[in-house]
């Protein structure tokens, strides 16, 4: 049985999934940063995916799962 993610992952997904304009995807890491991010903060990378299409379905995958990776956060 799955448990479902925490309601600020799911809504956090679903606010990037209404403007993926606004946002990437670090191909990397497949993390999602802001559009404007020339590095991106978890792994470095500066290879990102920028398409709509792709910046909605990783914000689906990631707000429908537990965070799995360490950030910069977690560490403070």
Do not use: W
């Not at 799955?2 to 993926?20: L, T, V």
């Amino acid at each position: 049985m799955s448990e479902s993610p925490p309601p600020n992952r799911a809504a956090a997904a679903a606010k990037i999934a209404a403007n993926p304009a606004g946002y990437k995807v670090c191909e990397g890491c497949d993390s999602i940063v802001g559009s404007g991010a020339a590095l991106c903060p978890n792994c470095h990378s500066y290879r990102f995916d920028a398409s709509a299409q792709r910046v909605i379905l990783q914000a689906k995958i990631l707000g429908s799962r537990e965070q799995t990776s360490v950030t910069a956060d977690d560490l403070g």
